[in-house]
C-alpha cells in the first residue's frame, strides 16, 4: 500500500469543521468516506491526493484562484506574503485565495501566512503562469562549452564557473533570473534583436508558432565562437541564442523557445492584473426571436420529405449537400440550421442510416480494391413515427432532451461539438439572471473566461463560444442570439432553472379549426392546426411562417405536389371551404382549378419507369431534349417512354424540376 501524502496528513487535521465541511461537498470522491464511523485522515488524503481527482479539482477554479496557485508554484510551492505583494496581490486577497484553496484541498495555509502547495498538486500544473519551459530543462540540450559561452556573453567570470554541467546550469539561469537582466541585455543589444524578441514574444515564445515569413521560420546550428567566421552581434537571433534569452527546444535546434525565467523578467509580473470577483456582467432585454414551435414544424417537414423521398447518405455518413440546401429551401432555415436539425433528427434516433448495397473487397490481401461501393439511405425510424404522434409540447421537449445528452456527452453526430465543460458554466450564467434577460456576447465571454480558465484560453475565445452557443439555442426555441444571448422561459423550463409547475403547454397554441384564405393565395392559421385541416395544408402548400400565426403559401409547385400525391382539385377546394368561415377566394379557387386542369398530362408507372402521355410532343420533349442525358429516356411509341430510374418518385421529381407535371 503506498504511503499517504506527507502535506495532506500534516495539514488536513488542521482544517476548521466548516473547512472540511465545504471541502467534502466539492470533492465527491471523499462522499464514500462519510459513511465511515470515524474520520480516516489517511484514507481522506489518498482519495483527495490521486491525479485523477486533483485534475477534476483543478479545472473548477475560477481565474483568480488559478492564478494565486500557479505563483505557489512558480515559487517552490510556497508563496509568501511578500512575495505575493510584489506581484500585485494584496494581503487581503492572499487570504480568500488561501481560505478557498484549503476548502478545495488544493492548497494550505502555514506559518507567517505563506500558501503551501502539496507536491502532488504542483505536480499537475503544467506551465505556471504560462513562462514556458525553464531553462533547466532548455539547457540541457547544450554542451558545457556553449554554456560557458552564454555565461561569458552574460558577463560570468569564467575562471569561477564549475566544471560540471548540473553547476554551470544553475548559475546561467540565476543570472537570467535576476530582475532586470534580460531587459538590460535587449536595451544594449542590437535593434533587429530586440526586434525578433517581441516577434517570438507575441508568438507564444516558440518559434514554431511564428506565422509567415521571419527570420524564425528556419533551422539553427551553434555559433561556432572559434573559428571567427562570423560575428554574433550580426545576426538578431544568433545574438539571443548567445545571450542565453532563447534556447533550442530539442537536440535537433529546429524549434527555439524563451526560457521561463527569461520571459518572468521580461514581463516584471507573472500575471499582468488580479480579479478576486468576476466581471460585471450587465443584463440586456432579451429578443425571442425564435419559437419553440418553429423547431418541432421543421423537424416535421423534415421527416415528412424523408419519408416520401429518403435521401442517399455519404459514403462517410451524413447528409449530402444538395439534400441540405433543400431542407434549407424548405423550412425557410439556414444550411448550418439544416445541417444542425439534420443532426438533431439522427441523436434523437428519429432517423437513421439503412444500408442498400454493401462494400465490396478484390480478394487480394495486401492492397484490396474497393470492386463496389457501399450505397446508403437516411430513413424515418418507428421512434419518428412515435414522436410525431405526441402533442407539440412533447415533440419539443423530446429534441431538447435529446439534445442535451448528445452536447454534453459530447456526440459527434452534432456539427460543431463543444465539451459539456463549456455549456454549463454558461447556461450557469444565463440562468443567474431574470426570466426575459440576457447579456452581449463579450460580457459573457470575460465572465466564462474568469469561470473557466482551463477551458478557455481567453476572453476573445470564450466571447466565440458565447456567440455561437447562442445560435444554437435560439434554433431549439430556448432563447435569443443576437445581439443579446439568453434563455426564455421556455429554456428555463427545459433546463430546470426555473421549474413552471404547469409545464410549457401553455407556450404553445390550441389547436385551431378553422383558417383565413387571402387572394394573395396565402392561408393564415392562429393557432396550431386540427389533425384534418393540418394534413391538408402540409400537403397542399408551404409553411413560411409559424409565430405568432401559421401561414402557409400556395403555388402552382405545391398543389402540383399534393396532386402527385393522389389530391383532386375537387377534394382540395371543398376541404378548404370547410375550414374558411370566410371562403375560398375566386383567384384562389382558379389556381387550383387551373393546375389541375394542366396536371395529368404526363403518367408515371411502374413499368422500368414508364412514361405515358396523351401528347406525343412531350413525349419528343422527354426522349430528345436535355432530360434524356438526365434520366436515359427511350420511347415505346409515340406516347409511351421508358426512363432507367430506381423508382417513379425520382421520376416525378425530374420532370417537376424541367417544369412538367
Known sequence: MESPPPTLIRRLPELSDKDLEVLI????????LGGESSLDWTALAGALAAPANVGRALGQLNRFLRQALELACLEQGRLTPSMAEREGLEPRGLAEAARQLRRWGLAFTVAGGSLEVPDEVSALIHDPGGLGAPLTRLAEHLKVEELRFVARSLGIDLSALPNRKAEVIHVVRAALAEPGTASRLLETGPDAARLAMEELRAAGGSTEMVPGPSIWRRGYGWYDWRSGRSSVAGDASRWLLACGLVMPAD????VLRIPAEVERNLRGRVFERWEPEPPPLRPAELADDRHPLELVTAMGTLLREWRLQPPAALQAGGVPKRELKRLAQLTGWSEDEAESLCGLATVAGLVEERELVPEKLSRARRNPRV???RQTEITVTTAGADWETLPEAGRWQALVEAWQHARFGESRLLPHPTPASAWRPLLELLGGLRAGQGAIPEELGRALCWRCPTVFPNAEAAGRFAATAGATLRLLGVGGADPVVGLSAAGRHAFGIDRDPVGVE????????TCTITADHRIVVAGTPAPELGDLLSRIADLISVHPARVFSLSAASLGRALDGGQLAAGILDTLAAHAPGG?????????EDVARRHGRLRVGPVGVCV????PALIEELVGGRLARTLRARRLAPTVAVVEAPNAGDVMTALRRAGLM
Do not use: G, K, M, Y
Request: net charge negative; aromatic share 8%; hydrophobic share 50%.
Open 25 to 32: 461537498v466539492r470533492r465527491p470522491e471523499v462522499a464514500a
Open 251 to 254: 537536440a535537433s535546434w529546429w
Open 371 to 373: 470492386i463496389q461501393s
Open 506 to 513: 401553455h407556450l404553445f397554441p390550441t389547436l385551431c379549426d
Open 584 to 592: 375560398v377566394p375566386q383567384n384562389v379557387a382558379a389556381l387550383v
Open 612 to 615: 405515358v402521355s396523351d401528347d
